[in-house]
């Protein structure tokens, strides 16, 4: 039985005041264990982001505690802050967006490898391209952004965050901006990831297809609860909460979900780590 890496119970979040007030996360209970790809999905508005950012530290909880392995998240020192984000990393969904565009990549990871000494550095960087498909380094770190295909660009912001050995990797809506074969191709170095570093991956998506395809467990948020829980398989073949169901009847090509989840589940957790051919 692996450890929990994550728990979060009762968590809440609030903003504003008054009339004002918005209730953005509402009484959330989840843990996420050791190597486990977990995805929390829901509409726009229904708390993902909130709760994402929650996790990373990046945001004080109103009420309730998450612990990352037994340590509470929200009680952290500057010091114990620094230590945290060693090991839980995050991608979003617009990589490169906020940086130099006339720097080549070698130059923009370069920066992440500050925090590492630079032979370390250069041997992590080596290997976290490797993970995510680049066996040759140079093939990307010479290039600029605007050189590699929005998926290459997501898998060296993934590289970059995999140089740090992060425990917990948190992909904030990391596939939304790609088109769909790009699309598949991240989400399965993520999944690749799980079995080959014993990662533990939080996927957030606005997307229930993207969510069943890559996931163990599936979390299901409205307007900010977490109105269901549960294994992949079990959610997309029987949802129990109607917003559940409501999600699944708008995908619209469901069918192809449940193929690719009937093939992973028969074909055992291995079969997912065959993805050689990347965009
Ligand atoms: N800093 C903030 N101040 C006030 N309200 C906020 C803030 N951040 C989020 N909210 C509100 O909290 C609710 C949840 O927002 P959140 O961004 O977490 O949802 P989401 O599910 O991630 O949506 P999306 O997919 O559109 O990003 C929304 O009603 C949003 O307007």
Redesign the pocket.
């Known amino acids: 039985m692996s450890e929990d890496v994550l728990v979060a119970s009762g968590v809440s979040k609030t903003?504003?005041h008054g009339k004002n007030v918005?209730e953005?996360v509402k009484d959330v209970s989840f843990a996420l264990a050791e190597n486990e790809v977990v995805t929390v999905v829901?509409e726009?508005?229904?708390?993902?982001?909130?709760?994402a950012r929650m996790v990373l530290g990046l945001m004080p909880i109103t009420s309730g505690t998450m612990t990352f392995r037994g340590n509470d998240v929200s009680k952290m020192n500057a010091r114990g802050r620094t230590d945290y984000w060693k090991d839980v990393q995050a991608v979003f969904q617009d990589p490169f967006s906020s940086f130099n565009q006339f720097f080549t990549v070698r130059r923009l990871l370069a920066r992440s490898m500050r925090l590492l000494d630079d032979k370390v550095g250069a041997e992590r960087l080596e290997e976290a391209l490797g993970h995510v498909g680049f066996p040759n380094p140079a093939d990307v770190l010479d290039r600029y952004p605007h050189e590699l295909s929005g998926g290459q660009r997501q898998r060296v912001m993934i590289a970059r965050a995999l140089m740090m050995r992060p425990k917990l990797l948190v992909a904030d809506?990391a596939t939304s901006m790609l088109d769909a074969s790009l699309r598949v191709n991240v989400l399965n170095v993520l999944t690749d990831l799980r079995e080959q570093l014993g990662m533990t991956v939080l996927f957030i998506t606005?997307d229930i297809g993207q969510a069943c395809y890559v996931a163990d467990r599936v979390l299901v948020?409205e307007h900010?609860v977490m109105v269901e829980q549960g294994r992949a398989e079990d959610v997309i073949f029987n949802p129990q909460h109607e917003y559940t169901q409501r999600l699944l009847a708008d995908v619209p090509k469901l069918h192809e979900v449940q193929d690719l989840t009937r093939a992973r589940v028969s074909d055992g957790p291995s079969a997912s780590g065959a993805h050689a051919q990347r965009v």
């Open positions: 903003f504003g918005v953005a829901g726009s508005g229904s708390g993902k982001s909130t709760l809506e606005h948020m900010g």
